[in-house]
């Protein structure tokens, strides 16, 4: 694996760096979001509507931009989803009013779960696969999420002290909080000067950009020959996120404030621990891929997973519910490079960075709708539990589609190993 990420290019490097700088900023804002949203005034039900609206607002944004990006240009375009980041951030710092935060989230780049939002995954996904071998790219796919998992893991820690320091030194709860949400903006501008110095090798090739697709749906999407595998893909990651909506981290941190009570600083050190293990098992999950290939390795680490997010909400106390959380986290992203790899090399090379977006924008999509009733449920102390039944089971039911649908349909390195 070490060879593979010493063959990247300065481009490659860069691309970690923007990856490593927007998961932080994502995990600092998922611990403290809807604590924030709550103590500005708005109820658990408005927060969920919130919610819903920056990922649909997300959805939306990311369908345009990545479907583009290979014609019009991927660093304009992620200079542009940079900017909206650091917009949404300065607006939900700025205001409380409610129609001004969901016109915020729903035009900006807000991330509640501590996990991709926008376009710039999409992006960078096509970019790096075009620079690196077939039999490297699930192994750098797995160090570019656990740079993610450890950035996520190091912003919910900072969030959680930053907090905890202000509030010791007189400032008001809201304001603490509300200083997260600036550092989240600034972020955002670090971005845009970052993307700003990627070179012109990570645009898409020049053939790729001047060939016109037939169809009206292939000029729009940016599909030509891969539609079929990218909408049957597409609608899976969509069932799947739908229920990983209703225990995003924002949520899920307040279950714990609401369960146990747990505070701010010590959410922080939490999640720091849980994305750190969900980091790590990255790194497992290309070796595992090696042996028993990519589709098995998803479906085989995400089902028991998801058996471990249904038994969380079943613990009487903090240190046990805590277990299960990091337990579930060290084997929950195992699919996470192994699905992106798998969607890069199952579909044509000049289609990649509109296959990642059509299938991250699904996945974003399905995620959109659960923070509503999520908010719902939380509204009423008795159903505070319910969402993570929910999410299990609608999440066990995306791997036995997937593995049903997916199973024979092999990844060149794994065809040139079979025969096939």
Same mark, same amino acid.
């Given at each position: 694996?070490?060879?593979?990420?010493?063959?990247?290019?300065?481009?490659?490097?860069?691309?970690?760096?923007? &990856?490593?700088?927007?998961? +932080?900023?994502?995990?600092?804002?998922?611990?403290?979001?809807?604590?924030? %949203?709550?103590?500005?005034?708005?109820?658990?039900?408005?927060?969920?509507?919130?919610?819903?609206?920056?990922?649909?607002?997300?959805? %939306?944004?990311?369908?345009? =931009?990545?479907?583009?990006?290979?014609?019009?240009?991927?660093?304009?375009?992620?200079?542009?989803?940079?900017?909206?980041?650091?917009?949404?951030?300065?607006?939900?710092?700025?205001?409380? !009013?409610?129609?001004?935060?969901?016109?915020?989230?729903?035009?900006?780049?807000?991330?509640?779960?501590?996990?991709?939002?926008?376009?710039?995954?999409?992006?960078? !996904?096509?970019?790096?696969? !075009?620079?690196?071998?077939?039999?490297? &790219?699930?192994?750098?796919?797995?160090?570019?999420?656990?740079?993610?998992? =450890?950035?996520?893991?190091?912003?919910?820690?900072?969030?959680? +002290?930053?907090?905890?320091?202000?509030?010791?030194?007189?400032?008001?709860?809201?304001?603490?909080?509300?200083?997260?949400?600036?550092?989240?903006?600034?972020?955002?501008?670090?971005?845009?000067?970052?993307?700003?110095?990627?070179?012109?090798?990570?645009?898409?090739?020049?053939?790729?950009?001047?060939?016109?697709?037939?169809?009206?749906?292939?000029?729009?999407?940016?599909?030509?020959?891969?539609?079929?595998?990218?909408?049957?893909?597409?609608?899976?990651?969509?069932?799947?996120?739908?229920?990983?909506?209703?225990?995003? !981290?924002?949520?899920?941190?307040?279950?714990?404030?609401?369960?146990?009570?747990?505070?701010?600083?010590?959410?922080?050190?939490?999640?720091?621990?849980?994305?750190?293990?969900?980091?790590?098992?990255?790194?497992?999950?290309?070796?595992?891929?090696?042996?028993?290939?990519?589709?098995?390795?998803?479906?085989?680490?995400? %089902?028991?997973?998801?058996?471990?997010?249904?038994? =969380?909400?079943?613990?009487?106390?903090?240190?046990?519910?805590?277990?299960?959380? %990091?337990? &579930?986290?060290?084997?929950?992203?195992?699919?996470?490079?192994?699905?992106?790899?798998?969607?890069?090399?199952?579909?044509?090379?000049?289609?990649?960075?509109?296959?990642?977006?059509? #299938?991250?924008?699904?996945?974003?999509?399905?995620?959109?709708?659960?923070?509503?009733?999520?908010?719902?449920?939380?509204?009423?102390?008795?159903?505070?539990?319910?969402?993570?039944?929910?999410?299990? #089971?609608?999440?066990?039911?995306?791997?036995?589609?997937?593995? &049903?649908?997916?199973?024979?349909?092999?990844?060149?390195?794994?065809?040139?190993?079979?025969?096939?």
């Amino acid at each position: 694996m070490s060879s593979a990420l010493r063959s990247l290019t300065t481009d490659g490097r860069l691309l970690f760096a923007t &990856r490593f700088v927007r998961l +932080f900023a994502y995990g600092a804002l998922s611990v403290v979001l809807v604590l924030y %949203l709550v103590t500005l005034g708005l109820s658990e039900t408005d927060a969920g509507l919130l919610l819903t609206a920056t990922l649909v607002g997300d959805a %939306l944004l990311s369908l345009y =931009i990545t479907t583009q990006a290979d014609r019009v240009g991927r660093r304009r375009m992620l200079i542009v989803g940079a900017s909206l980041m650091a917009a949404a951030g300065i607006a939900f710092a700025t205001t409380r !009013q409610m129609w001004l935060l969901v016109a915020a989230g729903t035009m900006g780049v807000i991330s509640p779960s501590g996990q991709e939002v926008g376009p710039f995954l999409s992006i960078e !996904q096509a970019a790096l696969s !075009q620079v690196v071998a077939d039999r490297d &790219r699930t192994h750098v796919f797995a160090w570019y999420t656990l740079g993610g998992s =450890i950035a996520t893991a190091l912003g919910a820690l900072a969030a959680g +002290f930053l907090t905890a320091s202000l509030q010791t030194n007189a400032w008001a709860t809201v304001d603490s909080y509300r200083a997260v949400v600036v550092m989240y903006a600034g972020l955002g501008a670090v971005l845009c000067l970052l993307f700003s110095r990627a070179s012109a090798a990570v645009e898409a090739p020049r053939s790729a950009r001047s060939e016109q697709p037939s169809s009206l749906v292939a000029r729009f999407a940016g599909l030509h020959r891969s539609q079929a595998v990218v909408l049957r893909l597409s609608g899976l990651f969509a069932l799947d996120s739908f229920g990983g909506g209703f225990v995003v !981290q924002s949520f899920a941190a307040y279950w714990f404030y609401l369960r146990f009570g747990v505070d701010a600083k010590t959410l922080g050190a939490l999640f720091f621990a849980a994305n750190v293990f969900a980091g790590l098992s990255a790194l497992a999950a290309s070796r595992l891929a090696a042996r028993i290939g990519l589709v098995n390795t998803m479906v085989a680490t995400h %089902l028991p997973s998801n058996v471990l997010l249904m038994l =969380i909400p079943l613990m009487p106390t903090l240190p046990l519910a805590t277990l299960l959380l %990091l337990l &579930r986290f060290s084997i929950s992203q195992m699919d996470v490079p192994t699905r992106q790899s798998y969607t890069m090399a199952v579909v044509a090379p000049e289609e990649r960075a509109a296959a990642s977006g059509i #299938t991250g924008v699904a996945r974003t999509a399905g995620a959109a709708l659960s923070p509503l009733f999520a908010g719902l449920l939380f509204s009423h102390p008795s159903l505070i539990s319910v969402p993570f039944f929910i999410a299990g #089971t609608l999440k066990i039911t995306y791997d036995l589609l997937l593995f &049903r649908a997916f199973r024979a349909l092999k990844p060149p390195e794994e065809s040139a190993i079979t025969g096939r």
